[in-house]
């Protein structure tokens, strides 16, 4: 399949533990943030997104965590599976219409 | 209802060349976008569009041009293809400039 980042940080986790991955964005003014998981030879894929207005919300075995004290976002995934092994990526979007701007992904690896 | 496709999956291309990758939704999105991806690189921006007969410059325009004449289609036009242009390129749609949903990608050489 397609590598989608050679040089990423990777995360390597045991299945069926949980896995945070986290993510620091640099515009304070963001209220809109969003990850997505990327499979190789794949396009992203949504997993979940938050606006400034929360610091937490929960999807299906996912949730995500907001700090804007100190600008920092994490994905936290429940009992980690094989089928979690992709590249994850974090977004965020400041309240002036401006597209999406994505950070440089992280790779997860779950170990069976 | 097949979401964000993209045209061609693959192509090879000598420099110089030029050629144009067609993105299709069928969503009703205003939002569509075009991207790259290389290695260690993440997802940057070369240009999107905010409605039809709209576009605007992302992070990386150079050696790019697009047009969104029709609402569901934006086309991505190489003039005059260099190998740096080597690179996997997806197309996104979305409803209100939020939530992004991405087509499977087309990968591009250029020798």
């Known amino acids: 399949g397609e590598s989608v980042g050679l040089h990423l940080p990777t995360l390597s986790v045991q299945e069926g533990d949980n896995s945070i991955i986290n993510c620091a964005y640099s515009?304070?003014?963001?209220?809109?943030f969003i990850w997505y998981k990327q499979e190789s030879g794949k396009g992203p894929q949504f997993i979940i997104d938050?606006?400034?207005?929360?610091d937490k919300r929960q999807g299906q075995r996912v949730t995500v965590l907001l700090n804007k004290t100190v600008k920092h976002l994490s994905l936290q995934i429940a009992a980690t599976q094989p089928g979690d092994s992709a590249v994850y990526f974090c977004?965020?979007?400041?309240?002036?219409?401006?597209?999406?701007?994505f950070g440089k992904g992280t790779r997860l690896s779950v170990i069976a | 209802n097949a979401g964000v496709t993209q045209t061609p999956k693959f192509r090879v291309l000598k420099t110089g060349q030029s050629m144009t990758l067609l993105c299709a939704q069928d969503m009703n999105h205003e939002y569509m976008y075009w991207y790259r991806q290389d290695p260690g690189m993440g997802l940057r921006l070369i240009h999107y569009s905010v409605g039809e007969g709209t576009t605007a410059k992302g992070e990386v325009p150079d050696g790019y041009n697009v047009s969104r004449l029709k609402k569901q289609n934006f086309l991505l036009g190489l003039e005059s293809a260099a190998p740096s242009q080597t690179s996997v390129y997806f197309c996104?749609?979305?409803?209100?400039?939020?939530?992004?949903?991405f087509g499977p990608g087309t990968r591009l050489t250029v020798t």
């Open positions: 938050i606006r400034s207005n929360m």
């Open positions: 996104a749609s979305s409803r209100t400039g939020h939530e992004q949903y």
């Open positions: 515009n304070s003014a963001s209220d809109y």
């Open positions: 977004a965020e979007r400041d309240p002036g219409n401006t597209p999406l701007v």
